[in-house]
């Protein structure tokens, strides 16, 4: 999956950006968060969370009616409310962005691990426990349907344009990237809210511990949902550009083939965008620490392009949330170091399935 961008005649530029992370709620409280760094990690509540964690990263104080009301949220579960209030935050940071993203001219494309595996498995357990198996609360069941979420991101934000939900772990954010960058280039939308979103749950905790060995799992477990603003460059004042997506590029790899295949995705990504190894500024690679990831992005473009963007490490593994929050990171950090405009980043990716890729933007 490929994009290239080079004489495009809708090139996609990210015009606004917001987060829900471990650094709180927002992008000023993300763009604080990336520069002064500290520690995210909190202690597991045994009263609240039933998990085989000691610790993990979680968004601060964070529940669906605490961050958007009593009025429709009695039902709605954890990865719904990451998400929308990622994009309410996002569209309360400045007048235009709900102007250009709303009603019919804007869309939404989310990327996911599998929705909610709390809702979906509570769903289950009920009507497996309950006295008739269809003794389960209706209400529920929205929740166990992977496009939920997306769902009720334009619902309550009033977005009328095509929504789409996309399904890969920690190339979710990628994945939903590429597909954002397509509804653009077939004048399917005029601005496209584009991210992705993992909540920590019960469920997520016992999968991960279950399905891993001690080797592959990672230190912790974040959550959080990144939100990027995507619109044609040719829309846009030259002012209102943050940053231009050059080239999506993933691919899948056998046991033992990463190095190969990430550095065939690196290099594909880089020929379409016409971009040389020293023209990138950073490498950020998922903060879930795959040594090996860390490992292909030193060769190709050296160690100091992984010290630019540092504190990805602080989301540890957001799963489907990660390569949003990364791109969140690069322009995070770029807000605030000058001569970063018309220097590149590389976001890459690795999913222990065996899928991996990357993302190159140039900043403005």
Sequence with gaps: MSSDTRGAARRPVITAWSAVSPFGMGRAAFVEGMHKGGETAVRIDREQWQVPDERARLVPGFSP???????????????????????????????????????????????????????MMDFTRD??????????????????????????????????????????????????????????GAGRAEAVLCGSAEEYSNERSWLEWHTRTDEERPALLGEGAGMLLLEPEESVAAEHVLAEVLAVESGVFAEGRLPMVLGSCLRRAMNRAGVEPS???????????????????????????????????????????????????????AERTPGTAGRVAVVTAVERDGGTGCALLRLR
């Design 65 to 119: 009616r605490a961050a958007l009301g009593r009025k429709g949220t009695r039902s709605m579960d954890r990865v719904t409310g990451l998400a929308v209030s990622a994009v309410g935050a996002l569209l309360d940071d400045a007048e235009r962005n709900r102007e250009v993203a709303t009603g019919d001219r804007g869309a939404v494309v989310l990327g996911t691990t599998t929705g909610s595996a709390q809702s």
């Design 127 to 184: 009507s497996l426990t309950g006295e008739q198996p269809y003794f389960v609360d209706p209400a529920q069941m929205p929740n166990t349907v992977m496009n939920c979420a997306a769902g009720q991101c334009a619902i309550r934000h009033r977005i009328k344009g095509p929504n789409a939900t996309i399904a890969g772990g920690r190339l979710a954010g990628l994945l939903a990237l590429n597909y954002a960058r397509r509804l653009l």
């Design 279 to 333: 023209q990138v500024w950073a490498a950020v690679p998922c903060g879930a620490g795959d040594a090996r990831e860390r490992a292909v992005l030193a060769e190709a473009f050296g160690p100091a392009a992984l010290e630019q963007v540092p504190n990805t490490e602080l989301f540890a593994d957001a799963s489907a949330a990660s390569v949003s929050l990364q791109i969140a990171s690069v322009l995070a950090v």
